[in-house]
Nanobody
Framework: QVQLVESGGGLVQEGGSLRLSCAASGRTSRSYVMVWFRQAPGKEREFVAV?????????YADSVKGRFTISRDNTTENTMYLQMNSLKPEDTAVYYC?????????????????WGQGAQVTVSS
């Protein structure tokens, strides 16, 4: 069983930056792929970015490409980060990290089987 804990959320003004962290513990040897999703009030959970374990392959949603950067701790590969720059009010959401037992990067919600509790990000205009 893998446990995930997000941290780093908060309130920031439009144009500002935040960095989210997701720490994985437990049976992490099969946590091949780590991903960020987000869910705004009244909306479905949507894909943000994903990173693979071994080669650092990444994929981003078009809405965050060029502003957000996903990365993974080089030492343990059990901590993932999301550097968010040039934040916009529409980035306001609860951000969730998740992992998959499968080695391919995917943006589908159903691909991921373990989720964190979420971190609130609020961007004021």
């Amino acid at each position: 069983q893998v446990q995930l804990v997000e941290s780093g959320g908060g309130l920031v003004q439009e144009g500002g930056s935040l960095r989210l962290s997701c720490a994985a513990s437990g049976r992490t040897s099969r946590s091949y792929v780590m991903v960020w999703f987000r869910q705004a009030p009244g909306k479905e959970r949507e894909f943000v970015a994903v990173i693979s374990r071994n080669y650092g392959s990444t994929l981003y949603a078009d809405s965050v490409k060029g502003r957000f950067t996903i990365s993974r701790d080089n030492t343990t590969e059990n901590t993932m980060y999301l550097q968010m720059n040039s934040l916009k009010p529409e980035d306001t959401a609860v951000y969730y990290c998740a992992v998959s037992d499968f080695p391919y990067i995917r943006s589908a919600l159903s691909y991921y089987n373990t989720w964190g509790q979420g971190a609130q990000v609020t961007v004021s205009s």
